[in-house]
């Protein structure tokens, strides 16, 4: 059985960088594209970054590209999500997903919910002004 366990959230101040893991358990990390959402009170989950099986592709989107970054290590079956200059709106739940799906970084599906399979219980990230 597959499951992901999100680590690393906690309470920062703003400007502040947090370094953000998951964990795959129950299969090899290196059959999975992975990625990261988050959910902010009152809104809907927001795609944050993917990385592809191997961990040589990922995606970024505009918003959060010059802050955010992704990477994998199938080695030791986890991806990562490095945060930096974080600020308050930056408070929410993180979560970690992953889909033995094909990959294409061009893809639309890859910023979907729906594409993954499998969630982490998510962590708790909350930045102070």
């Known amino acids: 059985q597959v499951q992901l366990v999100e680590s690393g959230g906690g309470v920062v101040q703003a400007g502040d960088s947090l370094r953000l893991s998951c964990t795959l358990s129950?299969?090899?990390?290196?059959?999975?594209?992975m990625a990261w959402f988050r959910r902010v009170p009152n809104k809907g989950r927001e795609f944050l970054a993917a990385i592809s099986h191997s961990g040589i592709s990922s995606f970024v989107p505009d918003f959060v590209k010059d802050r955010f970054t992704i990477s994998k290590d199938n080695g030791r079956n986890t991806v990562t999500l490095q945060m930096n200059s974080l600020k308050p709106e930056d408070t929410a739940v993180y979560y970690c997903a992953a889909t033995t799906s094909p990959w294409s970084s061009t893809s639309p599906l890859v910023t979907q919910g729906v594409y993954y399979g499998y969630w982490g219980q998510g962590t708790q990230v909350t930045v102070s002004s």
């Open positions: 129950g299969s090899t990390a290196s059959a999975y594209a």
